[in-house]
Each structure stands twice: as C-alpha cells, then as structure tokens.
Nanobody, 120 residues
Framework: VQLQASGGGLVQAGGSLRLSCAASGRIFSINDMGWYRQAPGTQRELVASITHGARENYADSVKGRFTISRDNAKSMVYLRMNNLKPEDTAVYFC???????????????WGQGTLVTVSS
C-alpha cells in the first residue's frame, strides 16, 4: 500500500494551492484520511482530517481558509488551501488509516510529503 502526494509549490501570500493524495495497493477500505505539515525546526502537526463519512476537522490556524475533501471511489484525499500565508510554509504529508485486503490488516500509512512555500 502506498500514498502519493502531489500539488505543492511556490505561491505568493494570498494565493491558493490544491494538494492531492492517492492511495494505491491492496486496499479494502480507508477510514480517516488527513493532512499534516511540518515546518523546519517544528513538530509535525495536524492540518485537517476527514472521516470515511466526510466529517471534517481542522486546526484552528487554517479554519475558514483550507478545505479537506475525499473521493472514496478513487481512494484520494484533497486539501484546498486558500488565502495562503507565509506561516503556512511547510512540508505537507497525507496520512490514511487503511484496512488492507487479503490479508486483512489495519495500517496507518504516510505519504512522502510535498513542499508548500508561501512568499510574502
């Protein structure tokens, strides 16, 4: 099972980006999916998460600016980021809680990270 994140880049403050993360492999189902970020010298922090039933949760710092969504049929999760600020600069990681198929196991998988840089 793999997670592949994409969509990072360089954007000016006030701009927008959309991150995507695709899960692949022997997947039976995916429970929670989420996006985390880690800036240099800091700990990885939760940005947003979404349950299989599409219940969303956001860090206070991104509420009203970021929107998480998912496509269960495609095993994908997205993060739409609007009104970006320099303090949003970080490596963004996707994460998924996956039940694999044959054999059935429960794993928590991380993507490789994608860099978002917001210039002032």
């Amino acid at each position: 099972v793999q997670l592949q994140a994409s969509g990072g880049g360089l954007v000016q403050a006030g701009g927008s980006l959309r991150l995507s993360c695709a899960a692949s492999g022997r997947i039976f189902s995916i429970n929670d999916m989420g996006w985390y970020r880690q800036a240099p010298g800091t700990q990885r922090e939760l940005v947003a998460s979404i349950t299989h039933g599409a219940r969303e949760n956001y860090a206070d710092s991104v509420k009203g600016r970021f929107t998480i969504s998912r496509d269960n049929a495609k095993s994908m999760v997205y993060l739409r980021m609007n009104n970006l600020k320099p303090e949003d600069t970080a490596v963004y990681f996707c994460k998924a809680d996956i039940i694999t198929a044959s054999p059935s196991t429960y794993i928590s998988k991380w993507g490789q990270g994608t860099l978002v840089t917001v210039s002032s």
